[in-house]
């Protein structure tokens, strides 16, 4: 009975009647090369690499294999172009140490190279100072998870991304690490992806970077000490939720840049010590709700071509200037969030501000008119225009303001 069971099990995981071989390789194996390995191996086999440095250069992987290091397997690019490159379905990569990718500034190379490939998995890899880390494109349903790659934070001139994907659908990148790259996560037309728990930081532009990708969901992951910490643009259906943004100081840097994005969710995300937390154009029906920016520079910066946009139960709290406009207000809405700085009052204790809040300051119009004027920022002389202006406004937006101020933190 139990020869017939496992006869059946062997019929359902193979089912040409062939069985999944395993091939070891070691120095003192008989398989001593990881590229004799994989040219031998057959469809569905296991490449197992124990401990050892091994060269491995172009290795081109084209049939379905599972590449498993052990502990101390490493494999060793010497600088001379890729390390491995899949260009087959259903290829699974997963525990090695991958040093001395190629650089070259007419080529991409990558510790990692996908072309065109449905189903494989880059799984608990370390990759060390590359040119690209991961390079993807044309591909789908791929799983890029638990990962660390870092580089030498070089000029942005000088490096590629950590995991740079392109023309690809269905991709979940889960969990890695990312450092002293250019972007630590770059999307180009990547859509219906998930892009969960990463954590990308002291990269030399951006955190995270993606464009022309639709339908994509960002959640819980960190992104700090970052040229920038995420720059959105061009897309549509985003959702960005459960976020960090920390420490992305510079003078052109944002938590989080949105250019041209429709219809996204932006919720439950922080916002921390960024130069500008969110700084928006030309993006439209975006819901804000549940954040909290706390001690930034500029909490919200809106240029033109921004409408329909609804910032709801937020928390503003300490920070330098909680909304900056330099267009008209566009229709957008601030209702119910929390400022650090209302000093309204509740009568009915009901938690909503029985006055409403002016959150545009007349300093930070000064400010957007002549940059310069910001030395002048902690002066009696702000204090003094800017409780004028709240007193009888003539130059900030007269219909922007939150009627029910909560007298609360959300948070």
């Not at 006869?7 to 398989?31: F, H, N, R, Y």
């Not at 690019?77 to 699974?92: N, T």
Request: charged share 20%.
């Amino acid at each position: 009975m139990k020869m017939l069971r496992l006869l059946l099990l062997l019929i359902v995981l193979c089912p040409d009647g062939v069985v999944a071989k395993t091939w070891t390789v070691c120095p003192s194996c008989s398989e001593r090369s990881v590229a004799d390995a994989v040219q031998k191996a057959a469809p569905g086999d296991t490449v197992h690499v124990k401990a050892g440095v091994y060269p491995v250069v172009n290795v081109a992987i084209t049939k379905a294999l599972t590449l498993m290091g052990e502990k101390g397997a490493v494999l060793d690019g010497q600088q001379q172009g890729y390390i491995l490159k899949l260009m087959a379905d259903d290829i699974h990569v997963l525990g090695f140490k991958l040093i001395n990718a190629g650089r070259s500034y007419t080529k991409d190379f990558a510790g990692v190279y996908v072309s065109k490939v449905n189903g494989f998995t880059l799984a608990h890899l370390e990759v060390v100072d590359p040119f690209f880390g991961f390079l993807i494109e044309k591909s789908k349903n791929g799983t890029i998870r638990n990962n660390k790659i870092y580089g030498h934070l070089a000029r942005m001139d000088d490096s590629g991304n950590g995991i740079h994907l392109w023309h690809c659908s269905g991709m979940k990148v889960l969990s890695n690490e990312v450092l002293k790259m250019r972007d630590g996560i770059y999307l180009e037309f990547v859509d219906s992806s998930t892009v969960r728990n990463n954590h990308g930081h002291q990269n030399v532009r951006y955190g995270l970077h993606f464009m022309f990708s639709n339908h994509d969901d960002y959640l819980d992951n960190t992104f700090e000490r970052n040229g920038a910490g995420v720059a959105v643009m061009f897309s549509k259906h985003i959702v960005m939720r459960c976020n960090r943004f920390i420490e992305n100081w510079g003078t052109a840097s944002y938590g989080l840049l949105l250019k041209e994005i429709y219809d996204a969710e932006v919720e439950n995300n922080e916002f921390r010590q960024n130069t500008i937390a969110i700084y928006l154009e030309g993006s439209t029906r975006i819901n804000y709700t549940q954040n909290t920016f706390r001690m930034n520079g500029y909490a919200i910066k809106v240029a033109g071509g921004c409408y329909e946009n609804r910032f709801f139960k937020n928390d503003f709290i300490g920070n330098s200037f909680d909304i900056s406009y330099n267009a008209k207000m566009n229709d957008n809405s601030f209702e119910g969030n929390y400022w650090s700085e209302y000093a309204g009052y509740d009568l009915d204790k009901n938690g909503v501000g029985d006055v409403p809040y002016r959150p545009v300051k007349l300093f930070s119009y000064i400010v957007n008119k002549t940059p310069e004027t910001i030395v002048l920022l902690r002066s009696l002389f702000v204090d003094i225009i800017n409780f004028s202006e709240k007193v009888s406004p003539v130059f900030t937006p007269d219909e922007l303001v939150d009627v029910s101020p909560l007298m609360k933190p959300i948070k």
